[in-house]
């Protein structure tokens, strides 16, 4: 159901924009006013700094029968870092929802919504450019909407998912330098909606709710907004099936850095430095020998947070669960659990299968984020016991210890 994206849409930065043909203006509505944001935020300085490791517990989706919740009204913001006012900074997340947007949407004038959708039951993203459908072979999905872009979600159940908010930039590709032409995500794999559209007036009212400096605002107008009968250009919304990413990975000794899992990147004015990268841990074959295969314990200069979409990551089988997250903050130290140590610094290094039915992924940033009021104390999803799988770790050293002559 969907045609192949434009190159330029993910590799041209500045030369971005689309025509669209409407049967209305957009320009035809009611003035906009303040609409409640939940736990919707910008405010960075709701509660004191944490630089503890965090972990929570899967964020609980509404149950339909008691509550009915939309993608909006599931937002719930849990760190983030800057201002949208002056286009600098991010905000990471979660939706839970469990009911479909009823002559509603959404867009966001602060910046761009990368969406990583958690679950089984797959929603319809109704946008301007037109429609995203799921195929049956696409199971892990990102969904992109560039600034601006309004959009309505249908849910089948109760859907879940993480959201990485980036004021100022797009994302893009990485440079791929000496890895050449092919490998990490492949242009020719992002896809964009087929030609669609709704000419349908709206007697009770059309809500256009947008998010605008941090806050929510909402309008009325008496016709869909999906009314775009043809559109060119390359700023487009557009979707990505985490399966078709090529996996580069360590053949010889260590471990690699992350960055070689990059899927998109929002660059900062610091070459080399991201205001925000993508990045996965795919299943793949782990080959290093002579070296400790998992990620080392380590601490450096970015916020790492975390989310499993499916399965146990290998680092921390227990405890970090689909439909949770963490958060490493900069210069906190982490690294695999103790069981995951034992377990790893004993294995025969054969070839092996990593990560099989298995998907995580890390929201990646050179900003130190703070964690709302809502993520570290409303939620009551916090894993307070989470620095305790750490504690059984021991020391190994031998003063006395020599290499083997073999």
Known sequence: MSSRLKILAVLAPYLRDSWLYRIIPSVKHKPFTPEPCGNLTENWNEVE????????????IPKSTEKKVDFVAGLHTICGAGDAKSRNGIGIHI???????????????????????SGSIRPIFHTEHPIFYF????????FFFQQGMRFSVDVFGETRGYILEVYGAHFELPDLGPIGANG??????????VAWYEDRQVATGYTVINKYQGKLFAC???????????????????????????????????????????????????PGVAIADFVIFPPRWGVADHTFRPPYYHRNCMS????????????????????????HSMMTPHGPDADCFEKN????????????GTMAFM??????????????????????????????LRSHFNPNWKPSKK
């Open 49 to 60: 700094p944490d630089p503890n490791q965090l972990r929570w517990l899967p964020f609980t």
């Open 95 to 117: 939706y839970t929802c469990n009911t479909s947007m009823v002559d509603r949407c959404f867009n966001n004038s602060d910046g761009d919504f990368l969406i990583v959708h």
């Open 135 to 142: 195929t049956i072979t696409e199971i892990v999905l990102l």
């Open 345 to 356: 610094s004993s294995a025969e290094l054969k070839p092996e299968r990593v990560a099989e």
């Open 304 to 327: 790492e947070f975390m989310g499993l979409i499916k399965g146990h990551y290998e680092a921390k089988e227990e405890g970090f669960q689909p439909g949770g997250a963490s958060l």
């Open 184 to 193: 990490l995500a492949n242009p020719r794999d992002f896809l964009c909606p």
């Open 220 to 270: 009325q107008q008496d016709f869909s907004p999906f009314n775009v009968v043809a559109w060119h250009g390359n700023y487009t919304p557009y979707k990505y099936n985490l399966k078709t990413f090529m996996v580069i990975n360590c053949v010889a000794f260590d471990h690699a850095d992350p960055s070689i899992f990059t899927v998109l990147t929002a660059k900062s004015t610091r």
């Open 363 to 392: 929201f990646e940033s050179s900003y130190s984020m703070a964690v709302t009021k809502w993520g570290l104390e409303t939620c009551q999803k916090l894993d307070k016991s989470y620095y305790q799988c750490w504690e059984p």
